[in-house]
């Protein structure tokens, strides 16, 4: 007996979006596409100088389980918010979705974690991340009977910047391999991939990690190479079950000798891709915990991301299984 189909793992963060075009990007020196750490000093200075902007709540894995929640997927999540303002909002969005969220919050500073995303013109986003409160998730925040009742525990790579959360996350996979369920993650970007390779290929290689999300340039990455071919070959040998994303290509799943191709859903206009990858995840983790084929996984993920990508935000506004019923996938 399970309690949770997926238990998500991840930095709490509010989300604060707004255009910008490729100048800003360079005048600022924000690396495009990427996820790029700040400090306050530097929120302060790129929050005088953005335009008009939206909070949504946010954070990679906390977007994963908004999303299973709207398939109707039993969903946790463990983060570190504090308790201010924002903090009170990630709270409220990520319960009302349906998300067990339970984590203490922090009494007092730093504050809860936000996110500068500037969207340009080709819809591709570019984070700026104050972590603020996320600091502070550590071992102390594991609920072992969440752990071990969940079938898959998702963290994201992201953890690994904060200090003390990869304690959280051996423990927590410990736990949920005691009670024989899966662990995975998402390699989340290609300079994170950068910081931590080596982290990240133990974890694969001692087992902690059981199947690994990643899109085309975090395999890239991981591996050093440039061919995505050669990355495949590697990562196949290295986990159990890996899906890589890319982009309008689709995605790719590899279980040991078996390949799955899945194809994109076409868009109607592609707004923002803030999401892409957690949405996929969503979909695709549904899927496996509720026993379908690899190929049915990689069509709930292609459609749950096709959809927050036409739309600003990193959860999507409409009911995931309404969705997904609609298009004969469930
Ligand atoms: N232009 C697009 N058209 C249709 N689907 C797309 C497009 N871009 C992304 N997707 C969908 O989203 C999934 C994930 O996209 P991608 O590989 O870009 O992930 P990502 O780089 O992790 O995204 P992000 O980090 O911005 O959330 C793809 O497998 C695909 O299903
Ligand atoms: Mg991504």
Redesign the pocket.
Same mark, same amino acid.
């Given at each position: 007996m399970s309690q949770y189909d997926v238990l998500c793992i991840g930095n709490a963060i509010v989300d604060i979006i707004a255009r910008c075009d490729e100048k800003f990007l360079a005048d600022n020196t924000i690396i495009k596409g990427a996820m790029n750490l700040i400090d306050t000093q530097r929120a302060e200075l790129l929050y005088s100088r953005m335009g008009p902007a939206i909070e949504a709540s946010g954070g990679s894995a906390g977007n994963t389980a908004a999303g299973v929640a709207s398939f109707g997927g039993r969903a946790a999540f463990f983060g570190k918010v504090s308790d201010d303002y924002l903090g009170g909002v990630y709270t409220h969005d990520i319960r009302a979705h349906g998300v067990a969220f339970d984590t203490a919050p922090l009494t007092g500073n730093p504050p809860t974690a936000r996110s500068m995303i500037f969207v340009t013109p080709d819809g591709e986003?570019s984070m700026n991340t104050y972590l603020g409160a996320c600091v502070e998730l550590g071992p102390d925040d594991v609920e072992e009977a969440k752990a071990k009742g969940a079938k898959v525990t998702y963290f994201e790579g992201y953890l690994w910047d904060p200090p003390l959360a990869k304690e959280a996350i051996r423990l927590t996979a410990r736990h949920a391999h005691a009670a024989g369920r899966e662990v995975s993650m998402t390699l989340s970007?290609s300079f994170c991939v950068d910081r931590y390779r080596d982290e990240f290929l133990d974890l694969m290689r001692s087992g902690t990690v059981d199947i690994v999300f990643a899109? $085309?340039?975090e395999l890239k990455a991981l591996y050093q190479t440039s061919s995505f071919e050669a990355g495949l070959d590697l990562i196949r040998n290295d986990c159990k079950l890996a899906i890589v994303?890319?982009?309008?290509l689709?995605?790719i799943i590899v279980r040991g000798g078996e390949t799955v191709q899945?194809d994109?859903? $076409?868009?109607a206009e592609?707004v923002d891709?803030?999401?892409?990858?957690?949405?996929?995840a969503a979909g695709f983790l549904f899927g496996y915990t509720t026993g379908r084929t690899l190929a049915e996984c990689g069509k709930l993920?292609?459609l749950a991301?096709?959809l927050v990508?036409q739309q600003i935000g990193p959860r999507p506004l409409q009911n995931l299984r309404q969705a997904a019923e609609q298009a004969g996938l469930l």
């Open positions: 986003r970007d899109n $085309e340039s994303t890319r982009s309008e689709g995605s899945v994109a859903i $076409e868009i592609l891709t803030t999401g892409a990858g957690d949405l996929y993920g292609s991301a096709g990508i």
